[in-house]
């Protein structure tokens, strides 16, 4: 599975739209870009993937750059529920069975 | 659907001692995995599982065994158990066939500390 960089920490001001970036300049074609994230100690929960093209859900938006080397998750209005340790990982969607994280994201929501 | 169970929540195990981390999920997902979390870190994966009857090492396998013998139970074992096995313990599991989007479902974690 292909490495991902991401910023070790971030502030957003609630009610804005928290944008938090993911570099995978090593991905494969057939790897895909899944985001989760930890709320305070709690199991990671997903939140959207996506191959190619930009994906939206109730959730979040992805968009992932064309040459697909990097990516961003969108929170288009951050609330205080939205602090929390976000992880991009990349692999094959089906067929990969080893699933490692890295070190995340530390949002943190700023009333 | 519970999804993932772990127990236990919480356990002081003493140097030396042995124990087992359960795990079980009702979902009917063919892979399972533990994954282990220190403060302030990402999570490392001990073992994973792809089916009943199949283990393999994940990133941080040493202290630790697993099997494998039904679909929904996934045990960690923690043999002469170590200060640096003080961690969190997270349980999780996907289902890979059809058009499923292969996300990972975790349970609410264990947390283990050797004194």
């Known amino acids: 599975d292909a490495k991902t960089t991401q910023p070790t920490s971030m502030d957003c001001a609630e009610g804005r739209a928290a944008n938090l970036p993911c570099n995978h300049s090593t991905i494969s074609g057939n790897e895909y870009v899944y985001w989760y994230r930890q709320i305070h100690s709690q199991g990671p929960q997903y939140i959207i993937h996506?191959?190619?093209n930009n994906e939206t859900n109730e959730m979040a938006s992805l968009i992932i750059t064309e040459d697909r080397k990097s990516s961003t998750l969108i929170l288009p209005h951050a609330t205080l529920r939205d602090t929390a340790v976000y992880y991009c990982?990349?692999?094959?969607?089906?067929?990969?069975?080893?699933?490692?994280f890295g070190i995340g994201t530390k949002l943190q929501v700023i009333p | 659907n519970a999804g993932v169970t772990q127990t236990p929540k919480f356990r002081i195990l003493k140097i030396g001692q042995s124990m087992t981390l359960q795990c079980t999920q009702d979902m009917n997902h063919n892979y399972m995995y533990w994954y282990r979390q220190d403060p302030g870190m990402g999570l490392k994966l001990i073992y994973y599982?792809?089916?009943?009857?199949?283990?393999d090492k994940g990133e941080v396998p040493n202290g630790y065994n697993v099997s494998r013998s039904t679909t929904e139970d996934f045990p960690l074992r923690l043999e002469l158990a170590a200060p640096s096995q003080t961690s969190v313990y997270f349980c999780?599991?996907?289902?890979?066939?059809?058009?499923?989007?292969?996300?990972?479902?975790f349970g609410e974690g264990s947390r283990l500390t050797v004194l």
């Open positions: 599982s792809v089916g009943a009857g199949i283990t």
């Open positions: 996506g191959l190619k």
């Open positions: 990982i990349v692999r094959v969607s089906l067929v990969g069975q080893k699933v490692t």
């Open positions: 999780a599991s996907r289902f890979t066939g059809g058009s499923n989007t292969g996300e990972l479902f």
